[in-house]
């Protein structure tokens, strides 16, 4: 399974963008990279996904490098709100259209007033 | 009921008692799935169940027993618990089709074991 690394921590200030990176460089060729966040003791929210495109949605920007070998997720004007953990995750897909998400330790944001 | 719901949320038992964990998804998925997150370390994937056969077991204690009577519902067995068991189970569920399968998360039960 491919692997992720991310900064353990990085802090940004409320209203600024939020850039948070992210190293895969053994992704796969047909592997997407996810971005989850999970706020204190609650269940993972989804944010984005991407392939080979940079991605962007009401919540954020994924920024994927040429070689796939890094990301980076951005929130584009941060809120207190946003303050949580940051998992970036390589899927893998199982058989029967599972999917298989490995998260590591994430990067805990936090956002300053 | 929208999303994914778990119950009980929490759930306090001790190494003789048996329980079990219900989860349920409103979004007409086909893929569930059943994770562990212990305090201060990522999340871990237990089992997958898609169109109601389970497609991967990650080494888990039999201690452990998922049943998928069908598409919406989830449950985990649990008996004779060790305190290290004691953790946040999380369930999930995902299309298994199309380009927007991503896994959406119910909120948790909070298990501790004594």
């Known amino acids: 399974d491919a692997k992720t690394t991310q900064p353990t921590s990085m802090d940004c200030a409320e209203g600024r963008a939020a850039n948070l990176p992210c190293n895969h460089s053994?992704?796969?060729?047909?592997?997407?990279v996810y971005w989850y966040r999970q706020i204190h003791s609650q269940g993972p929210q989804y944010i984005i996904h991407?392939?080979?495109n940079n991605e962007t949605n009401e919540m954020a920007s994924l920024i994927i490098t040429e070689d796939r070998k890094s990301s980076t997720l951005i929130l584009p004007h941060a809120t207190l709100r946003d303050t949580a953990v940051y998992y970036c995750?390589?899927?893998?897909?199982?058989?029967?259209?599972?999917?298989?998400?490995?998260f590591g330790q994430g990067t805990r944001l936090t956002i300053n007033p | 009921e929208t999303g994914v719901t778990q119950t009980p949320r929490h759930l306090v038992m001790g190494m003789t008692n048996k329980k079990s964990l219900k989860c349920e998804q409103h979004?007409?998925?086909?893929?569930m799935y059943w994770y562990k997150q212990s305090a201060k370390k990522p999340l871990e994937l237990m089992f997958v169940?898609?169109?109601?056969?389970?497609?991967e077991n990650n080494s888990v204690p039999s201690r452990f027993s998922p049943e998928c009577p069908n598409s919406s519902h989830l449950f985990l067995h649990l008996h004779t618990l060790q305190p290290e068991d004691s953790a946040l189970y999380l369930c999930?569920?995902?299309?298994?089709?199309?380009?927007?399968?991503?896994?959406?998360f119910g909120p948790g039960t909070r298990l501790t074991v004594l």
């Open positions: 169940y898609s169109l109601e056969e389970r497609v």
């Open positions: 999930a569920s995902s299309q298994t089709s199309g380009l927007y399968n991503e896994q959406f």
């Open positions: 995750i390589v899927r893998v897909s199982l058989i029967q259209g599972a999917q298989k998400l490995v």
């Open positions: 979004l007409g998925h086909n893929a």
């Open positions: 053994t992704i796969s060729g047909n592997e997407y």
């Open positions: 991407g392939l080979k």
